[in-house]
Each structure stands twice: as C-alpha cells, then as structure tokens.
C-alpha cells in the first residue's frame, strides 16, 4: 500500500518561512509527477506546484518567485520551500504523487492526509 506523508506545517506570522516535507512510501516501482495543492475554507483545492521526475516544475501564479519545489528521487521526497508567506497562503496543503505501485502493476494519483499552514497578519 502506498501512502504519503507530510511534515513542516505550522503557524508563522506573514513575511516568514516554512519548508513541507512529503514522502512516499509503500512497494513503489514507479514515481512520476509529485506536486503541492492547497485548499482554503470555503475554496476549492487548487495546484499550487509540481514537479516531474527529470525535475520540470510549475508554479501557480499566485506563488511564484516566492516558493519553491524540489525532490529527492532517491528518498522518493518532495519539498515545498515557501518564502515572504501572506495570510492569504493559509490552507491545508496536501501533497500528490503519480505512483506505480507493485501491488496494482499501473499508474494512480495517490494524495496525503493534509498538513495546515496559517499565516498571521
């Protein structure tokens, strides 16, 4: 069975820093694309950055130039370094993967269980 599962949520005052961990685990023979979502109250989840094996990465707009997305292939992690955070960042982060897991022999979207990050004003 596959899960994945993220660290580094918290509480930081807006202008600061956070770093999320996400790591996949489970009888894996293949990763592909692992990406950060967020979900807000009252909001619909949205894709806030993803990053492909070879390491092709994209950002929403609202986010760019302030976070940044990098893995470890050998350790089957994701990170999310996200800098200058706003209030408007607040939400629950989940972390995606697109696994090929030995158990099922094909692709599927596997999702974490959520981390939450409040930014205050």
């Known amino acids: 069975q596959v899960q994945l599962v993220e660290s580094g949520g918290g509480l930081v005052q807006a202008g600061g820093s956070l770093r999320l961990s996400c790591q996949a685990s489970g009888s894996i023979a293949g990763l592909s694309t692992m990406g950060w979502h967020r979900q807000a109250p009252g909001k619909e989840r949205e894709l806030v950055a993803s990053?492909?094996?070879?390491?092709?990465?994209n950002y929403a707009d609202s986010v760019k130039d302030r976070f940044i997305i990098s893995r470890d292939n050998a350790k089957s992690t994701v990170y999310l370094q996200m800098n200058s955070l706003k209030p408007e960042d607040t939400a629950v982060y989940y972390c995606?993967?697109?696994?090929?897991?030995?158990?099922?022999?094909?692709?599927?979207?596997?999702w974490g269980q959520g981390t939450q990050v409040t930014v205050s004003s």
């Open positions: 990053s492909t094996s070879g390491g092709t990465t």
């Open positions: 995606s993967a697109r696994v090929f897991p030995r158990s099922i022999a094909r692709w599927d979207n596997y």
